[in-house]
């Protein structure tokens, strides 16, 4: 069983910066490729970004390439979604994920095995 709680949500401006942490318990991260998905208001939740468990592959949604990155720290356990140039759009809950690699690069979002609560990114125009 895995834990997952994700951290560094908050209130910003347009054009902004955030870095948001995905911490995991109960089992080493490094058996699963992870994901951030995000769901904004009124709409469903969508994939934002992927990374495989070496760390050595990842993914984006087109509308975060140039300006997200994701990242992660076997040491720590620990997932990272650096966000920059943050526009108001972005303004949703972001989830971390966590399954097999062929589920979280294969797009089968909504049976990941692990989930986390989610924390709130409000980007202010």
């Known amino acids: 069983q895995v834990q997952l709680v994700e951290s560094g949500g908050g209130l910003v401006q347009a054009g902004g910066s955030l870095r948001l942490s995905c911490a995991a318990s109960?089992?080493?991260?490094?058996?699963?490729?992870m994901g951030w998905f995000r769901q904004a208001p009124g709409k469903g939740r969508e994939f934002v970004a992927a990374i495989s468990r070496s760390g050595g592959v990842t993914r984006y949604a087109d509308f975060v390439k140039g300006r997200f990155a994701i990242s992660r720290d076997g040491a720590k356990n620990t997932l990272y979604l650096q966000m920059n140039s943050l526009k108001p759009e972005d303004t949703a809950v972001y989830s971390c994920?966590?399954?097999?690699?062929?589920?979280?690069?294969?797009?089968?979002?909504?049976?990941?095995?692990?989930w986390g609560q989610g924390t709130q990114v409000t980007v202010a125009s």
């Open positions: 109960g089992r080493a991260l490094s058996g699963y490729a």
């Open positions: 994920a966590a399954d097999l690699e062929s589920r979280v690069f294969g797009g089968q979002y909504s049976a990941l095995a692990y």
